[in-house]
């Protein structure tokens, strides 16, 4: 049975191999993630610029305690609309002007906030 | 599930920008991403299985067809009876009628019932249905149901037919990877006008198909007939040798599935499909996709078309090692990989369970409250415009313990199936080092399915 014992090493390299893997090509989960991300009390605050496709900072996973709030400052260099999934919260962007749009995470998931047009995702909320 | 266009829920819109046209959609819930404890050990599970499968399993072949419970004969009764699947169809008929209804007069926007129909009820729907029940769709397909009743008005035999068919689950195939497109990379599929001409081509390819090549076209050729039927192989539900009704193990099931044209690619599209289903999700192709200066739709495209690739091409290399590690020559590698695809379908019923368990819970419940109003007026016909869906099943840890928990069980499964059919079809001496390279590749698929779960 040497091959079993040999096994326990093999899972661990494997696992390391796999998070490795993972965490270099995607931001960690289990940190909050964004850049920007300024949290007073229950309230998060995070501003997002876009210019033509490129969001800034790049898209990433912004965690959101159930009941907390996201005030997400959006400001495009294009006429646009804003789409909180989940939130069911929509708004026109208009062009160089800062939109705010506050989230609170009622049920635990993941959503999407993004631009319709071109499509482009800015960020995910992780409530939970 | 990704789709596309932009997704909201009706009716709870009060800070909707006058001007601003509602969209349409469905899901616009994600689950959480899978924890990292939950990652680490599904992912020792499905190593420890399949290092003690190759050492410990059985060596004779060992599922029969003569195998299962006898089901009490009351029960097998009503199963077989003529008036259950008289109401199963009748059912799928209104609700096909309702939704073709809706789909031509109700209206263009997040209120329209169409979507969850087609994307939530007959695609993740049928999945869980068939895998509970079986092949359910061969029973209450509306389209092979019209087909038989115009036979039937015309006076003709339900069997005509102008040519023979030989293409084998290969049109199926096609049809899946089209619906698999439709849903994870066109624009705009959620849009009335896109879904009318889906359902109308739909409607016109499969009553063409059968036409020409008569009701077999719905046993082969059929997408949902052959997504029904496959993911049905998994049911504890089945029958016996002599016809009887059983309960039995999933691997019986599968274990009864031959080879045959078409069913490595079907199965390619089942896997890959969904696997780019999770992996879309992630964040940094997004990010990749939206600042790339390619089209997104081609890039997207490609990537999908790779994902099924990816498959038929990993299974196939793995299945040439096998025979050559058994001493046989490199052509039989194309008939041992169609005998050895049956048993990647455990592992594509895990992958499907792991992805659409919070949608079809969730969204499923959602689509009664715009069933209820299908012509978008306002209406109340079923009762059902007040749901709340129930949240009790799709709480962050049991979605993440039943997504680890499918995805090793469709791995266990797999591994048990692939063994059974490589000690059936190797010689015996070979069997045993003959399936390690099956199992080396389900490895490879359980923990990226596992990954695709974990990253956000």
Known sequence: MRAFRALPYAVCVLALVVTGGCSSSSPDPGSSGAGGVVSTGSVKRLAVTITGTTVTPAPAQVDLPLGSTLELVVTSDHDDELHAHGFDVEEALKSGVPTTLRLTGKEPGSYEVETHEPALTLLTVAVR | ?456
């Open chain 2, 1 to 456: 599930m990704a789709l596309t266009a932009p997704q909201l829920a009706p009716g709870l819109i009060p800070g909707l920008a006058p001007g601003l046209v509602p969209a349409h959609g469905v899901g616009s819930r994600g689950d959480l991403p899978l924890p990292f404890t939950a990652l680490v050990i599904a992912a020792v599970a499905a190593l420890v299985i399949s290092f003690v499968a190759i050492g410990t399993l059985w060596r004779e072949p060992r599922l029969r067809d003569t195998d299962g419970v006898l089901l009490p004969r009351p029960v097998a009764a009503l199963l077989d009876s003529r008036s259950l699947r008289a109401v199963a169809r009748a059912l799928a008929a209104v609700l096909t009628v309702w939704t073709l209804v809706a789909l031509v007069l109700g209206p263009d926007s997040a209120r329209n019932p169409v979507p969850h129909v087609v994307y939530v009820w007959l695609w993740v729907g049928l999945a869980f249905s068939s895998m509970l029940l079986g092949p359910v769709w061969r029973v209450i397909n509306p389209v092979r149901a019209l087909h038989a009743g115009l036979l039937r008005l015309a006076r003709v035999s339900p069997d005509l037919a102008a040519l023979p068919y030989r293409w084998g689950l290969w049109p199926a195939a096609l049809g899946l990877g089209t619906f698999t497109w439709v849903e994870l990379v066109a624009e705009n599929n959620t849009s009335l006008g896109f879904l009318q001409l889906l359902v109308g081509g739909f409607f016109a390819v499969s009553l063409l198909g059968s036409a020409v090549f008569g009701r077999t076209w719905f046993d082969h050729a059929d997408p949902f007939e052959a997504w029904s039927r496959l993911l049905g192989l998994l049911s504890p539900l089945g029958r016996r040798h002599d016809g009887r009704w059983v309960l039995r193990t999933p691997l019986h099931g599968v274990n009864g599935l031959r080879g045959q044209r078409g069913l490595v690619p079907t199965v390619a599209v089942m896997l890959g499909g969904t696997a780019y289903d999770g992996f879309s999700a992630n964040l940094s192709w997004s990010t990749f996709v939206q600042t790339s200066p390619v089209s997104s739709s081609l890039l997207k495209t490609a990537t999908l078309l790779t994902f099924f690739g990816l498959v038929a091409v990993t299974i196939w290399l793995a299945s040439v090692v096998s025979v050559r590690l058994s001493g046989e020559p490199f052509a039989r590698s194309f008939t041992f990989v169609s005998d050895i695809a049956p048993s990647l379908i455990p592992i594509a019923g895990g992958y499907v369970v792991a992805h659409y368990w919070s949608l079809w819970v969730y969204q499923g419940q959602y689509a009664w409250r715009l069933l209820t109003d299908p012509l978008g007026t306002g209406a109340d016909l079923l009762g059902t415009a007040g749901l709340v869906p129930n949240d009790a099943l799709i709480q962050p840890t049991l979605v993440a313990t039943i997504q680890a928990v499918s995805i090793v069980v469709g791995h266990l499964l797999g591994v048990l199936a692939a063994h059974e059919r490589a000690i059936t079809v190797l010689d015996r001496r070979a069997a045993v080092v003959g399936q390690v390279p099956l199992m080396v590749v389900m490895i490879l698929y359980t923990l990226g399915g596992l990954t695709i779960l974990f990253a956000p």
